[in-house]
């Protein structure tokens, strides 16, 4: 099966359904099903998204048929239903929902800003630990009498020491 954008004529995704016997897609035009049916082995359907994405895999002992359910007709009047598209109404609608888009939007923008606080906290807090763990180092080797701060033509007296001797000082 090949999946092709409508309006640009590109191909978005090829797929492959071995032995299928039917291709139906739903009402809304937004899924697929390809279905193996009444064979003796490998019975069952697959779902794709219209994109060609496979959503889902149903394998059956036996299946007969697949069909979609029929699209429910709305549970509004016809005239109700035609007084919610007024513009007015779609500009309230649109006003609330943008509002709670953008208070949704913000929300997740300080999570994501605490977050990364804490990642820098963190990190800052490990940094001075290792800070600290390099002035003990250094205060060891002072110890042993070997000068790190000392420029590049210093000589130095080099001593062989256990490491349990080194880390007990």
């Not at 036996?62 to 513009?87: I, N, V």
């Not at 949704?104 to 630990?129: G, H, P, W």
Request: glycine share 4%.
């Amino acid at each position: 099966m090949t999946f092709v954008d409508a309006e640009t004529g590109d191909i978005t995704s090829e797929a492959d359904h071995p032995m299928c016997t039917q291709v139906l897609w739903d009402p809304t035009g937004r899924y697929l099903a390809t279905v193996t049916d009444n064979q003796r082995i490998e019975n069952g359907y697959r779902l794709w998204s219209f994109h060609g994405t496979e959503l889902l895999e149903e394998r059956k002992q036996s299946l007969y048929q697949f069909a979609w359910r029929p699209r429910p007709k709305g549970l509004l009047p016809k005239d109700k239903l035609e007084s919610l598209k007024t513009p007015k109404l779609l500009k309230q609608y649109r006003t609330k929902f943008r509002k709670e888009d953008r208070s949704t939007r913000d929300e997740n923008l300080l999570k994501k800003l605490a977050e990364k606080r804490e990642i820098r906290n963190n990190y800052a807090q490990f940094v001075l630990s290792q800070a600290e763990v390099l002035e003990r180092d250094n205060e060891r080797l002072k110890a042993l009498g070997i000068d790190i701060e000392g420029g590049e033509n210093q000589e130095y007296e080099f001593q062989t020491i256990s490491s349990k001797q080194f880390f007990l000082e």
